[in-house]
């Protein structure tokens, strides 16, 4: 199957042979975005081989952006189901370990120069109308070199759909840092993200499969229209999982334009959670818009396998046995509180100061919350 074929500077020669274009050591930032296009050109995968591809400017199409799937065609509606198409970016295979395959990172410097108030997208899907396009990202391993700037690593909000598969995004060094205690991790910004949601559209689905994200404001910030979740790990952020809890709009420089929810209504399904040594439980977010126009004032959600551990031990609280301990964590909460519906399986352990598991009786929303939802705590028996 014909491909567009990139090599990184430390490739292994017989793949930098293969390769249709090789990134620079310092930057590779304008190669990759010129490997991409010509991908979209032809409508073909750009596929990644092993190697180390260091993003270390911004990019030219907008100041708030590194990479950018562009789509220059005039808008398609999105029931025009043969104009649709995503823009695809994998590695060549899943990484063993994800450090075995293509490995994205950030320049120090270049991450140090970002604001630290305006979000900043490394990877998004831009031009024309968000309608009729996707992005399809698999086998990658994305890391930042720190967790203090508003970096949103995947941002799919100005996508009709988005896919992401068997990639894992970490913000810090693992080096010297005590994964029991969370001793060392550091507390990332609040509006980080590893993987945002879309605008949603109803061409295709909206997935997320097999992939974690460590150290972010959020590490999965679903939503869309027929989402659809399977093994995602969340470990060391303020929120593990957010829903709808963004605004999509159009176009990454778009201001103007009334902004887009995750799209309400539509089911979000979602199995086998992992939420592991994050600051929060579960947020659910707006059904409407901030002004008070309804947009569909109700959320479908299902969630078959949520499991949270060490809610104790997170960035900013590493003292497992300190008295109080769980009294500022907050629990699952929504924006609007009785706007969601559906059921929730979870189960909840190691929330105590000695590692005790099986604590049935651990409430999974803040009082007022989730009221509309069905509950079901897995260590419970079932009758």
């Known amino acids: 199957m014909f491909q567009i074929y990139c090599a990184a500077f430390d490739s292994p020669e017989e793949l930098k042979r293969k390769a249709d274009f090789i990134c620079d050591e310092k930057d590779a930032r304008p190669t990759l975005q010129e490997a991409i296009d010509k991908a979209d050109e032809l409508n073909v995968s750009c ?22 799937f562009y789509n220059p065609e005039p808008a398609k509606r999105f029931y025009a189901q043969n104009c649709a198409r995503y823009h695809t970016l994998e590695g060549t295979k899943a990484p063993i370990g994800y450090l075995d395959g293509a490995v994205i990172t950030m320049g120090r410097e ?65 080096e010297g840092k005590n994964y029991a205690t969370a001793e060392g991790i550091p507390v990332p910004h609040i509006k980080s993200v590893a993987f945002r949601g879309c605008h949603g559209s109803n061409f295709y689905s ?20 027929h989402v659809y979740c399977e093994s995602l790990s969340a470990l060391y952020n303020h929120y593990g999982f957010a829903f ?19 799209v309400g209504v539509y089911p979000i399904y979602c199995v086998n959670l992992l939420d592991e040594h994050n600051i929060n439980m579960p947020i659910f977010g707006n059904v ?96």
């Open 47 to 68: 596929v990644l081989a092993k190697g180390t591809y260091i993003i270390n400017s911004r990019g030219e199409r907008s100041p708030r952006g590194a990479i950018c």
């Open 110 to 174: 270049f991450y140090d120069s970002l604001s630290d108030t305006e979000e900043f997208s490394l990877f998004y899907n831009d031009g024309g109308d968000s309608m009729g396009r996707g992005m399809f990202i698999r086998n990658l391993t994305v890391k930042l070199p720190d967790c203090s700037k508003p970096v949103i690593v995947f941002d799919g909000r100005f996508a009709g759909a988005v896919r992401y598969e068997d990639t894992w995004v970490s913000s810090f060094d693992p």
């Open 206 to 225: 909206t997935e997320m499969k097999n992939c974690a994200a460590a150290g972010f404001g959020t590490g999965f910030d679903i939503g869309g229209e």
């Open 244 to 262: 709808n809890n963004y605004r999509g709009k159009r176009s990454i420089d778009d201001n103007d334009s009334l902004p887009a929810l995750g």
């Open 288 to 383: 409407a818009y901030d002004d008070g126009t309804p947009d569909f004032m109700v959320q479908s959600i299902t969630i078959r396998g949520m499991n949270l551990q060490w809610p104790n031990s997170c960035p900013g609280h590493t003292d497992r046995a300190r008295p109080g301990f769980g009294e500022d964590r907050m629990r699952a909460t929504e924006t609007q509180p009785g706007a969601w519906r559906g059921s929730i399986e979870f189960a909840l352990d190691h929330t105590g100061p000695n590692s005790e598991v099986n604590l049935v009786d651990e409430p999974f929303f803040e009082k007022g919350h989730g009221t509309n939802i069905k509950l079901t705590n897995l260590l419970l028996k079932q009758e």
